[in-house]
């Protein structure tokens, strides 16, 4: 059985009035629901909303059809915000199967069920709040 590793380092966290800061390559994107502080300016991330993986993220998230999902799951007083880890085109689909299998998050709609990839170990730093650091998924059909 072949497996695939991939070590992702996560850049972020943009607000959405910055989203033309998002690095245009190829990579994996990760959409949650964020708590600005105003006095300190910092952006904590209280929700993973959506994993989504692109040619050109910057691109991708700024045309997303599930914005106005993304925007209905926040609550009161709080903001969308990404980050963003370049992944090679070759294995992008596959790493961003195996996070959303893993974490389902609740606006994705597949690969929460089933995993069809070979074993795959994701290993993530950076601006990955709450996502595991490390992490084995397996075929599942």
Not at 59 to 67: D, F, L, P
Request: contains cysteine; glycine residues 8%; proline residues 5%.
């Amino acid at each position: 059985m072949a497996k695939e590793r991939a070590q992702l380092e996560f850049q972020g966290y943009w607000q959405e009035i910055r989203m033309n800061e998002i690095p245009g390559g190829s990579g994996v994107f990760c959409v949650y629901e964020c708590r600005m502080s105003l006095a300190s300016g910092k952006v904590t991330p209280v929700k993973l909303l959506y994993i989504g993986e692109a040619d050109d993220a910057k691109k991708r998230i700024a045309g997303h059809e599930k914005m106005g999902k993304w925007k209905s799951q926040l609550g009161r007083g709080n903001k969308l915000c990404f980050s963003f880890a370049p992944v090679a085109p070759d294995i992008r689909r596959q790493v961003a199967a195996a996070m959303i299998f893993k974490f389902k998050p609740p606006v994705n709609t597949t690969h929460k069920m089933f995993f069809q990839f070979d074993r795959t170990i994701v290993i993530m730093s950076g601006k990955a709040e709450l996502l595991n650091p490390y992490f084995t998924v397996h075929r599942t059909k």
